[in-house]
């Protein structure tokens, strides 16, 4: 293949989203991620005694039609299924979240567990450092969250003066397993007061039901944006120990049945302030910002924005 090497920093969904259209249009682009697997928010812990929880994104919705075409290959690959939500229709994964993601990511060139902690714009490309080596790309892609790609580029670069008043909300979520069945029978709750956003049995979603043991009575608790910036720097058992009294309330079950109990700190959960615009790009078009945080809190927007970038890049040969 003849045109520039391109390099993608993120795996979540816009990262995906756009490695996807750039192999489509015969490019093959590097994507490099610090996580040990892929997709970002489209999450799955996995623990001993076969527990599973979606920590990240509970669901997913698709409004246009791209998505919607998205959204029916996954279904037909088996990696998502339709959830009837309440009064409305949504998407999940099968046999989790993270399902989506890896749909998505087969046949790319990831390169897990690989920090990026600096960047060097040189004579019109781009040295990237992680943690334990460089790599220089004609033209990167970031699909950080905006404060993240702020730190990576300073503060007084162009592009982060553009993107300082994106604003997003932070998530603590606590997973849980239970010997005893609670009593209250939450199934899925989601809230706008009170300490928790949403809490779901994780045996609830499509393609769960035959759960049984410890994973029959699993439950994710997100903690509200209020709740989860007024603790945001509390130590994690801390947490722990705070949302488990606080789940137990609300499930009416007895802490001590608890078997197990881990949190986890989305830093940047929730767009609460986006850009308004799909991606930015820099003058000589070498550097392209996107994700969910360029237009709203929804995953379909993370893919929308990683897409438009794909698309805006120049045909492999140019």
């Given at each position: 293949?003849?045109?520039?090497?391109?390099?993608?920093?993120?795996?979540?969904?816009?990262?995906?989203?756009?490695?996807?259209?750039?192999?489509?249009?015969?490019?093959?682009?590097?994507?490099?991620?610090?996580?040990?697997?892929?997709?970002?928010?489209?999450?799955?812990?996995?623990?001993?005694?076969?527990?599973?929880?979606?920590?990240?994104?509970?669901?997913?919705?698709?409004?246009?039609?791209?998505?919607?075409?998205?959204?029916?290959?996954?279904?037909?690959?088996?990696?998502?299924?339709?959830?009837?939500?309440?009064?409305?229709?949504?998407?999940?994964?099968?046999?989790?979240?993270?399902?989506?993601?890896?749909?998505?990511?087969?046949?790319?060139?990831?390169?897990?567990?690989?920090?990026?902690?600096?960047?060097?714009?040189?004579a019109g490309s781009w040295r990237v450092h992680s943690n334990d080596r460089a790599f220089e790309f004609n033209r990167l892609v970031m699909t950080v969250p905006a404060?993240?790609?702020?730190?990576?580029?300073?503060?007084?670069?162009?592009?982060?003066?553009?993107?300082?008043?994106?604003?997003?909300?932070?998530?603590?979520?606590?997973?849980?397993?239970?010997?005893?069945?609670?009593?209250?029978?939450?199934?899925?709750?989601?809230?706008?007061?009170?300490?928790?956003?949403?809490?779901?049995?994780?045996?609830?979603?499509?393609?769960?039901?035959?759960?049984?043991?410890?994973?029959?009575?699993?439950?994710?608790?997100?903690?509200?944006?209020?709740?989860?910036?007024?603790?945001?720097?509390?130590?994690?058992?801390?947490?722990?120990?705070?949302?488990?009294?606080?789940?137990?309330?609300?499930?009416?079950?007895?802490?001590?049945?608890?078997?197990?109990?881990?949190?986890?700190?989305?830093?940047?959960?929730?767009?609460?302030?986006?850009?308004?615009?799909?991606?930015?790009?820099?003058?000589?078009?070498?550097?392209?910002?996107?994700?969910?945080?360029?237009?709203?809190?929804?995953?379909?927007?993370?893919?929308?924005?990683?897409?438009?970038?794909?698309?805006?890049?120049?045909?492999?040969?140019?």
């Amino acid at each position: 293949m003849n045109g520039p090497r391109i390099g993608i920093i993120g795996s979540g969904m816009a990262g995906l989203a756009c490695a996807r259209e750039l192999t489509n249009r015969g490019y093959r682009p590097v994507l490099l991620d610090k996580g040990r697997g892929v997709g970002g928010r489209l999450a799955t812990r996995r623990a001993g005694d076969g527990l599973r929880f979606d920590h990240g994104a509970q669901y997913i919705t698709a409004e246009t039609d791209g998505f919607k075409a998205e959204i029916d290959r996954l279904i037909c690959e088996e990696a998502a299924t339709a959830w009837e939500l309440e009064d409305r229709s949504v998407f999940t994964g099968l046999p989790s979240m993270n399902a989506l993601a890896k749909g998505l990511a087969t046949g790319l060139d990831i390169r897990r567990e690989t920090e990026v902690v600096a960047l060097e714009e040189c004579a019109g490309s781009w040295r990237v450092h992680s943690n334990d080596r460089a790599f220089e790309f004609n033209r990167l892609v970031m699909t950080v969250p905006a404060p993240q790609a702020i730190a990576l580029l300073g503060r007084s670069h162009g592009l982060s003066e553009a993107i300082s008043a994106v604003r997003l909300l932070p998530c603590w979520c606590l997973m849980a397993a239970f010997s005893d069945a609670p009593k209250s029978g939450i199934r899925v709750e989601r809230s706008r007061s009170g300490p928790f956003s949403w809490i779901s049995r994780e045996a609830a979603k499509p393609g769960r039901q035959e759960a049984a043991g410890s994973q029959a009575n699993a439950y994710v608790a997100h903690a509200s944006p209020e709740w989860s910036q007024d603790h945001l720097e509390f130590e994690k058992r801390d947490v722990e120990r705070l949302l488990l009294e606080l789940l137990c309330q609300q499930l009416n079950v007895d802490p001590a049945s608890a078997t197990h109990v881990a949190a986890h700190r989305w830093r940047f959960a929730k767009v609460s302030v986006p850009l308004g615009m799909p991606f930015l790009r820099n003058s000589n078009a070498t550097l392209y910002l996107g994700g969910d945080w360029c237009l709203g809190a929804r995953v379909e927007c993370a893919w929308q924005s990683g897409q438009a970038i794909g698309k805006a890049l120049p045909e492999p040969d140019a």
